[in-house]
């Protein structure tokens, strides 16, 4: 009986190392939101300060994080991501094209 060894497919590492800088980045983007929305709007309305019009508290956790995390997700897209073949692992390994 021939014994099969599993080799784990090298782009899982790339594909992780992605995923975790997405899943850091949606974290931070909810912490942001929270800490703002309840910190500066937890008080009653008549204490808020506005920014353009916006109460700060709206201000600061959904116009500023919207813009900032979109920059921050675009940066990470940049440097993390790689471009990877979508081909199966055997295919790559022989050299040849897949299927």
Known sequence: MEKKTFKEDPRYRQTNKETLSMVILLI???????VF??????????EYTYI?????????????????FSILVWIVVSVVFKDIPLDSF???KKGGKGK
Do not use: Q, T
């Open 28 to 34: 931070a983007n909810i912490i942001w939101w929270y």
């Open 37 to 46: 929305a309840y910190g500066l709007g937890s008080r009653p309305p008549e």
């Open 52 to 68: 353009m019009g916006f109460p700060a508290w709206f201000f600061w956790s959904c116009i500023v994080s919207f813009v900032l």
């Open 90 to 92: 055997e295919d790559e």
